[in-house]
């Protein structure tokens, strides 16, 4: 079945410390992922994609088939960080993104 | 290009009553998907529309429905509404072939039953 994982419902971090916010999938074929981000009051919207192998608002998340994981990072983290963040993956099967539960990151100054 | 538009922005309806809830999609995209967000649920996939053809369904009761128009505009109703029924709704867009899959999301709308 396709699926897809973020274990943590909400995530607390100081501001300057690292944050990562996981998300793991199963899907049979080639996966293709994403990160969106929906900050308060605003739509949601993409962050990154993992073909693209770039870096937005220095976030960065590599694709490991290995472990079925596509896990988002950022060194240092900022109070404007603090979001709403899905991960999706894309379904080439049905045309769909199947999404996760969301992770709530909050940056505490 | 202008972004994905929604209408109206906010709702109160009662329950049992319908609603019907609009969705401009960017101009050129020929997809749209409608999702239901909660705080307790998250994003639920509602359905999505490709060229007027519904392609995808979720896991939601029959009172909910939806269309698209040649213009590729969308609307989504639901009938006999419940308390339950109360939540952002979210449509987004995208070209909707394989290989441009990107969603475009609109502001949404808040539907709150009462």
């Known amino acids: 079945a396709q699926r897809v994982t973020q274990p943590e419902k909400l995530l607390s971090v100081f501001k300057g410390a690292p944050v990562e916010l996981k998300c793991n999938y199963s899907y049979s074929g080639s996966p293709e992922l994403f990160w969106y981000v929906q900050y308060s009051r605003q739509r949601l919207q993409l962050l990154l994609r993992h073909i693209s192998r770039e870096s937005i608002k220095g976030f960065t998340a590599d694709l490991n088939k290995g472990e079925t994981s596509f896990h988002l990072k950022k060194p240092f983290a900022q109070e404007e960080d603090s979001a709403m963040y899905y991960c999706?993956?894309?379904?080439?099967?049905?045309?769909?993104?199947?999404w996760g539960a969301g992770t709530k990151l909050i940056i505490k100054p | 290009k202008a972004g994905v538009t929604q209408t109206p922005r906010y709702l109160i309806k009662t329950r049992g009553q319908q609603v019907t809830l609009s969705c401009s999609p960017i101009?050129?995209?020929?997809?749209v998907s409608w999702y239901q967000q909660t705080p307790g649920q998250g994003l639920q996939f509602l359905f999505e529309y490709f060229s007027e053809t519904q392609r995808n369904k979720g896991n939601f009761p029959g009172r909910f429905s939806g269309r698209q128009f040649s213009n590729s505009r969308s609307e989504m109703n639901v009938s006999t509404l419940e308390l339950g029924d109360s939540a952002l709704y979210l449509c987004?867009?995208?070209?909707?072939?394989?290989?441009?899959?990107?969603?475009?999301f609109g502001p949404g709308t808040r539907l709150t039953v009462t």
């Open positions: 987004a867009s995208s070209l909707g072939d394989r290989n441009s899959y990107e969603q475009y």
């Open positions: 999706a993956l894309h379904s080439d099967s049905n045309y769909q993104l199947i």
């Open positions: 101009s050129g995209h020929r997809s």
